[in-house]
């Protein structure tokens, strides 16, 4: 059996990140993960930390909550660790369809429910969103199209929007991976942007559904940008998300061509751990079991939804490998009173404590696997949802974990 | 064989397992092509919950179910969706019966053979303008479709009839699964097959065998898919009992033998078969990483995309055929990235269903033509029609570029 240098559990942006570093490295890397992982339900845009408000330059603000929170996971990775895992994220999304922030700060982008939200990285189908102004935006929404309203988003920016109906017959009911596909097509994105065109009252920008193509979305906007004469951009809706396939493909198709062996759609289900390392895991393909062995382990499951934490009627665990899970004492003090309270319920700083090199630590702060490391959101004392951190948490700590664990 | 332990086929989970996240729509090529199938959110676990055993079935769309199994890969939830659509077609199918050529074309197994026996008469016949007119109208195979033609002799009878190699007896044997296709329409893929093996020391046997069964399953035909595959485990499991391990060429087929015999079918002796099934590429894998046998490759100088099919994905050992390719020097190989060919099997062959195929089959296309590759290598012979069909190119199964690397130069 192939031994490998590493092995990732999780196919999210954190056990991506992870497994194209090390791959990058020359490391010979294993990624598996029981499903496609979250980033078609996040991933949308790489938020950083939406917390820190737009006029204040992003390394002061980090720098600042690093401060004030020395258990974070970004005080593991530091800024410096930060800027170079989001550069190199950056550099797998090379021009047209690339990823920037506007200056060095957050700014608030358009979403499907009609609010402003913050976020650092943006795709370039996204950019025009920071830019629109409420009088001189139009929000098209297709009709048929279930999962954005344009006429209800408009009403929450107070700008002007319609639903429109789509330059082909036979289309209502598609899903948005559909209507993606579909745009993808030069013929029909040029007789929408017609479509639109004559819709038009002089804005000058217009934000459509983020389904603006799945394999040449910069391809996609420039048509648009030229048939209308406005800006365009996506506006982030329901799941799936479209640019969070986009960003999963790209990094499949870079681990592929790496040689990364990549197993998905079964769950890791065992472990085998000696002398507190981790000599192989288990993935369960029924009726099989197949083993699988590495020097170095790196777990990014997620949390709850992801598998990578579950609770039980009193105690949270880490199924896997039974790491001690940090957690906020009994189940009464999981919740808050409210379901929307604007602080983040106490369950949500559950997690995986580690040392300075994302290795799991007990209550008392000692490792207890010397070759397994936390990445992602299955980390503890971030509340990644509350304060916009996801992507970058990702980014950040999957690169941070497969750096260290090809270092030891 | 014993008819003992036979369990029913409970749901292992639930379909109340599904949160609705909505991840498989992004995977599944149907709901991606066309309105008419809700996707494996909607007919899966979301139709599950208001489905009942003695109610007659109303989800006509559950027939647009490829079964690619690409929304398992996906979900985060661990639902058995594909599973669910399977039992979903198979109750509507059983009320609404099948049609006369569904009933014919999951036995192609049994007329194989005689057609491959008179392919000289057969192939002309079945690219008749005439026939296939008539096919078309009175039996609804799409006349666009190339019908696949047979050849003669068959895998089984040219390597019945090979003169014992000398030097080859006395080694370890590795048993072949080869699969109707590769027996009567493409024969090379199993004498490619063969000489791969044998270039890596082994000894080839090949144990009396049926059609898997896949066929039937596709058609929801649950009592013939497990009689095919009661037969099989018969068939192979002495095989298995002498500690010979047994590889198969054709990734739906070793995905219906390794897993569908016991999660979907629950036969008996399925399991202990399974444990000795491998992929071919991915058992030669396994002998150059654990025994170091690795005969030398010598270079070739081609450009080649390698397209994953979607069975080769539910097996879920990465891609076996590509890691070995890449070993030969002087072939630039890259994937092919498409996610379904679209064919799934006889489905593409059924005249309401051929546009949904050509359709999901348009990304494919296009990714090949921007590739511009001189060959398509592929594991599975439905992809490799399906390929040839939408590209025109070159189409074979990495065998058979990987034997030509191993010949001596």
């Known amino acids: 059996m192939k031994h490998f240098d590493l092995i990732v559990i999780g196919t999210g942006l954190a056990g991506l990140t992870a497994a194209r570093t090390a791959a990058e490295a020359g490391a010979r890397v294993l990624i598996a993960g029981r499903g496609m992982g979250a980033l078609t339900l996040f991933g949308n845009t790489i938020d950083l930390l939406g917390e820190i408000p737009p006029e204040t330059d992003i390394e002061e603000g980090i720098l600042r909550w690093i401060g004030a929170h020395p258990e974070h996971p970004y ?23 690339s990823f920037a922030a506007e200056g060095r700060r957050n700014a608030l982008f358009p979403t499907g429910a009609g609010t402003m939200r913050p976020s650092y990285l943006i795709p370039v189908t996204m950019a025009a969103g920071a830019a629109m102004t409420p009088g001189e935006t139009l929000i098209v929404g297709f009709r048929g199209f279930k999962d954005f309203q344009g006429d209800t988003v408009s009403l929450h920016l107070k700008c002007r929007g319609m639903n429109i109906a789509l330059p082909r017959y036979g289309l209502e009911g598609m899903t948005a991976l559909a209507l ?66 986009r960003v999963f493909h790209r990094f499949r198709e870079e681990l592929i061509a790496k040689n990364v062996t990549v197993l998905m759609g079964h769950p890791v289900t065992g472990a085998t751990v000696r002398d507190q390392r981790c000599e192989g895991i288990a993935v369960q393909n029924p009726p099989l079991t197949a083993e699988y062995r590495a020097d170095q382990y790196i777990l990014a499951t997620g949390r709850f939804l992801g598998g990578g934490l579950s609770a039980g009627m009193d105690r949270i665990v880490e199924p896997l490998f039974q790491i001690p899970v940090f957690q906020p004492g009994q189940r009464e003090a999981w919740f808050g009173k409210r379901f929307f309270d604007p602080e983040a319920h106490p369950i949500h700083h559950a997690g995986i404590a580690t040392d300075a090199d994302l290795r799991p630590v007990d209550g008392t702060g000692n490792v207890v696997l010397e070759n397994v490391r936390a990445a992602g959101s299955i980390l503890a004392h971030h509340q990644a949802i509350e304060e916009k951190s996801r992507e970058g948490i990702d980014i950040a700590t999957g690169f941070l974990a497969a750096t260290r664990a090809l270092a030891s | ?24 729509m992004a995977a599944c090529p149907v709901s991606r092509v066309t309105p008419r199938f809700p996707g494996p959110k909607q007919a899966g676990p979301g139709a599950q919950r208001f489905r009942s055993a003695s109610e007659v079935s109303v989800d006509d769309w559950i027939e647009l179910c490829t079964g690619c199994h690409l929304c398992d890969t996906v979900c985060p939830a661990g639902v058995p969706i594909s599973e669910m659509n399977m039992m979903a077609k198979a109750k509507y199918l059983d009320e609404r019966g099948r049609t006369f050529r569904d009933w014919l074309l999951v036995r192609s197994d049994l007329f194989g053979e005689l057609a491959a026996r008179f392919s000289k008469i057969v192939n002309p016949l079945m690219k008749s303008r005439l026939l296939r007119r008539l096919l078309d109208a009175l039996l609804k195979i799409d006349l666009r ?79 013939g898919a497990r009689e095919m595959g009661r037969r099989n485990i018969g068939l192979l499991l002495p095989t298995v ?3 010979i391990d047994i590889v198969f060429s054709s990734t739906s087929c070793g995905l219906m033998l390794r897993h569908e015999y016991s999660r979907i079918l629950n036969l008996p002796g399925a399991e202990e078969l399974a444990g000795s099934l491998f992929d071919i590429c ?10 170091g046998t690795s005969p030398a490759l010598r270079p070739l100088a081609l450009r080649a995309a390698y397209f994953a099919p979607c069975h080769l994905r539910s097996l879920n050992i990465g891609f076996p055929a590509l890691e070995l390719l890449r070993m030969i020097p002087g072939l630039d190989v890259r994937m092919l990235e498409a996610d379904c060919c679209g064919l799934g099997g006889l489905y593409g062959f059924k ?45 074979l199964h990495p065998l058979q570029i990987l034997r030509d690397a191993l010949k001596p130069s």
């Open chain 2, 241 to 243: 009992r002498e500690g």
């Open chain 1, 180 to 245: 993606a596909r579909l745009m993808d097509e030069a013929s029909f994105r040029e007789r929408l942007g017609e479509t639109i065109r004559r819709q038009m009252g002089g804005e000058r920008f217009i934000g459509l559904p983020a389904v603006l193509g799945l394999r040449n979305p910069a391809a996609v906007l420039k048509t648009l940008e030229n048939t209308t004469g406005a800006r365009v951009f996506e506006i982030p809706m329901l799941p799936p998300s479209i640019p969070g396939t």
């Open chain 1, 75 to 97: 005080a593991r990775t530091g800024m410096e660790g930060i800027e170079t895992a989001l550069s190199e994220f950056q550099r797998l999304f090379p021009p047209p369809y």
């Open chain 2, 1 to 24: 064989m014993t008819k003992a332990k036979e369990k029913s086929s409970p749901f292992p989970k639930l379909p109340d397992v599904c949160v609705r996240c909505a991840t498989c």
């Open chain 2, 282 to 291: 991915e058992f030669l894998l396994r002998l150059r990483e654990t025994d």
């Open chain 2, 145 to 223: 479709r190339d019908l696949p033609g047979y050849e003669y002799p068959t895998f089984r009878r040219w390597f019945g009839a090979r003169p014992a190699a000398a030097g080859k007896t006395g080694r370890r044997k590795i048993a072949y699964f080869y699969g109707c296709f590769t027996n009567t329409n493409e024969t090379d893929v199993g004498k490619a097959a063969v000489e791969v093996l044998e270039a890596h020391g082994l000894e080839v046997v090949v144990p009396s065998q049926r059609c898997c069964g896949i066929p039937r399953l596709g058609v929801g035909d649950l009592r």
């Open chain 2, 351 to 395: 005249k309401e269903k051929f546009p949904i195929a050509e359709e999901i089959g348009k990304d494919l296309a296009e990714a090949a033509a921007r590739m511009k590759p001189d060959v398509i290598l592929t594991d599975c012979e439905g992809c490799r029609m399906q390929v040839r069909h939408l590209t025109g190119l070159r189409t």
